[in-house]
Structure formats: structure tokens, C-alpha cells
Nanobody, 127 residues
Framework: QLQLVESGGDLVQPGGSLRLSCAASGSTLESYSIGWFRQAPGKEREGVSCISNTDNYTYYGDSVKGRFTISRGNDKNTMYLQMERLRPEDTAFYHC????????????????????WGQGTQVTVSS
């Protein structure tokens, strides 16, 4: 069974950068679509960025386009989210997730499409 563990969350000043990591165990991520999601207090979980397994189609939410970059590790067991020019509104609990194969929902980074989830890591952007 695939298990995911996030790391890298921290308190950072506006304009700063962070890189989140997600380590997989129990299986490699090679056959999975992967994604990063976030949830702020009082808000619904939203898709930040996802990569489709079949064609590497990459989705970014409008609020993070041009600032965040999702990637797979060369070891096929890790995924990353590089976050640049962070804003206070990026403050949230960030989760990585994976879905075997791909689907129309995972291509648009819908949380309901993903079946394996990490426990999350807190990102706080504040001066």
C-alpha cells in the first residue's frame, strides 16, 4: 500500500521560498498521477498542482501559476513542490497525494480523484 510523507513546511516571510518534499513508500510513484493540495482554515481543500501519469500534463491553480513548480524526483519515490514569491494567502496545510494511473478529474487536480494522501505539512507566510 502506498504511503506518503510530506516535509519542508515552515514559517517564511512574504516573498520567500520553500520546497516541499513528499516521500513515497510501499510502491514507487512511477505509475501514479501525483499532486499537491492545500487547505486553509475555514476553506475547502484545493488543488495546487498535479502531474498526470500518462502524458505528464501539468496543472497549476491560477493563484500559483508562475510561482510554484511541481516535479518528480529522479528516484521515482519522491515528489516536490518548489514555491517562490510566497504570499500570506499561501498559508495553509499542504498535502501530497497520488492516484494510480490517471483520470479526467486528476488531470484538473480535483482532490476527489486521489486515493493516497500524506498527513500534510504546515506552510505559514507571515512577516
Amino acid at each position: 500500500q502506498l504511503q506518503l510523507v510530506e516535509s519542508g513546511g515552515d514559517l517564511v516571510q512574504p516573498g520567500g521560498s520553500l520546497r516541499l518534499s513528499c516521500a513515497a513508500s510501499g510502491s514507487t510513484l512511477e505509475s501514479y498521477s501525483i499532486g499537491w493540495f492545500r487547505q486553509a482554515p475555514g476553506k475547502e481543500r484545493e488543488g495546487v498542482s498535479c502531474i498526470s501519469n500518462t502524458d505528464n500534463y501539468t496543472y497549476y491553480g491560477d493563484s500559483v501559476k508562475g510561482r510554484f513548480t511541481i516535479s518528480r524526483g529522479n528516484d521515482k519515490n519522491t515528489m516536490y513542490l518548489q514555491m517562490e514569491r510566497l504570499r500570506p494567502e499561501d498559508t495553509a496545510f499542504y498535502h501530497c497525494a497520488a492516484e494510480w494511473g490517471t483520470s479526467s478529474l486528476s488531470r484538473i487536480c480535483m482532490p476527489a480523484a486521489f486515493t493516497s494522501w500524506g498527513q500534510g505539512t504546515q506552510v505559514t507566510v507571515s512577516s
